[in-house]
């Protein structure tokens, strides 16, 4: 889960890591209203949870509070890389000297911390790696290890500090650790870190992604309502309603809805789909044994989404049992029915039972049936797949 910037500069602050007083604006006339307070130049930064958003005109610029009005109005009515922006950072412009990077965050392969210091920053790090890695310098901890200061020396001396700003850069480091480690974060970079031109070090940018699992120990956080995003961007409405019904779920790009048996039998479904030409509209995991009810709540997911023009459902039993996954679609059809073609296929524990239940209930309600077409062991994975490609592209 990822922090707003200006939600990180808050953290930020409260570990004495120098920020500059900037205001969160979400109309034209507040935005006007703080750089007639300031008086001076400032910046207008688009809130999204996204990097990346300079490249791709999420700041922007103004001398004036009428031309502040007017850039805060252009940031608010567009979207950046697909997010829409409804809040702005305002904040003053700085003369600034140098542009620096820190950053530290999780080693998964060797299961270390690193900290990382750049002299050129205001770019992508990783960008910086290819060109010239000797730019970077990593320190690597375990994860229980203090952080010493003396290793926060050695950071600032490799970013140019000298004298009096040697001090104040390896206490920033030694704070951004500290940081890290309270708040059980996975990423907390600052990009740039500005050395202004009056010898100062402030905080430009500020990301912070906090590990989901430990959010139980921060229910400070938790009230910022991190808990309804995304790495990148807030969840949508149906996620948000999937998480209320305990079932994981992820918006796709796709057309075509994915009923899974499990999260591996969902990715397998996936990359079917994909090699026949078609695209998900979603990713979702029914979890172990689910009952007949959490079933059909999965397929009225689908079934509203309006960018979903078929079904494809795929259950192969095993602690999932088929006949549950077979009264699931039938208490579905049953309570909301069904708009959008489907092709599902069973097989595994307790699939004769499935397919006798719909047998059964095709026979009472031939009607719901219509937009159905079920599958048993005889029929290979690949041409289910293959069906529900077909079927969206029909629509």
Not at 61 to 72: K, S, V, W, Y
Not at 116 to 137: F, M, T
Not at 206 to 235: K, T, W, Y
Not at 313 to 334: E, P, Q, T
Request: one cysteine or more; glycine letters at 10%.
């Amino acid at each position: 889960m990822r922090l707003y910037e200006y939600e990180a500069k808050q953290l930020f602050s409260q570990f004495n890591i120098p920020i500059t007083s900037g205001q969160v604006a979400e109309t034209k006339e507040q935005a006007k209203a703080f750089a007639e307070k300031t008086k001076k130049p400032v910046v207008l930064k688009a809130q999204i949870l996204s990097g990346g958003r300079g490249k791709a005109g999420g700041v922007k610029f103004a001398d004036t509070p009428l031309e502040a009005g007017t850039r805060a109005e252009e940031l608010l009515t567009t979207s950046i890389k697909g997010f829409p922006v409804n809040k702005i950072l305002m904040d003053e412009k700085l003369d600034i000297e140098k542009e620096l990077y820190l950053g530290i965050t999780l080693d998964r392969v060797n299961y270390k911390i690193v900290v990382l210091a750049c002299s050129e920053g205001g770019v992508e790090i990783e960008e910086v790696a290819r060109r010239n890695p000797h730019l970077i310098k990593k320190i690597s901890l375990d994860v229980d290890q203090r952080f010493f200061p003396f290793w926060g020396m050695s950071l600032a001396r490799h970013l140019g500090a000298k004298g009096e700003n040697l001090k104040k850069l390896s206490q920033i480091v030694v704070s951004l650790f500290n940081l890290f480690k309270q708040y059980d974060a996975k990423l907390v970079e600052i990009n740039p870190l500005f050395l202004t031109k009056d010898g100062r070090y402030i905080a430009g940018d500020a990301r912070m992604s906090l590990d989901d699992d430990a959010l139980f120990r921060h229910p400070e956080l938790a009230e910022m309502g991190i808990e309804i995003r995304h790495e990148e961007g807030e969840m949508t409405e149906r996620e948000k309603l999937a998480r209320g019904w305990e079932i994981p779920y992820l918006d796709l790009d796709g057309d075509i809805g994915m009923f899974p048996g499990g999260a591996g039998f969902g990715i397998m479904g996936n990359d079917f789909i994909h090699y026949f030409g078609g695209k998900p509209a979603n990713f979702m995991d029914s979890g172990g044994g689910p009952s007949p009810e959490r079933l059909a709540r999965m397929l009225i997911l689908l079934d509203e989404n309006p960018k979903v023009k078929a079904i494809f459902g795929a259950r192969f039993g095993g602690i999932s049992r088929c006949d549950d996954f077979a009264k699931g679609v039938v208490i579905f059809l049953k309570e909301h029915g069904l708009t959008k073609p489907m092709v599902l296929r069973m097989t595994g524990n307790m699939w004769q039972e499935g397919v006798r239940i719909f047998q059964e209930s095709k026979k009472e309600h031939p009607e719901i049936f219509k937009n159905i077409e079920i599958h048993g062991i005889e029929t290979p994975i690949e041409e289910i797949a293959q069906r529900a490609v077909e079927l969206a592209k029909q629509r």
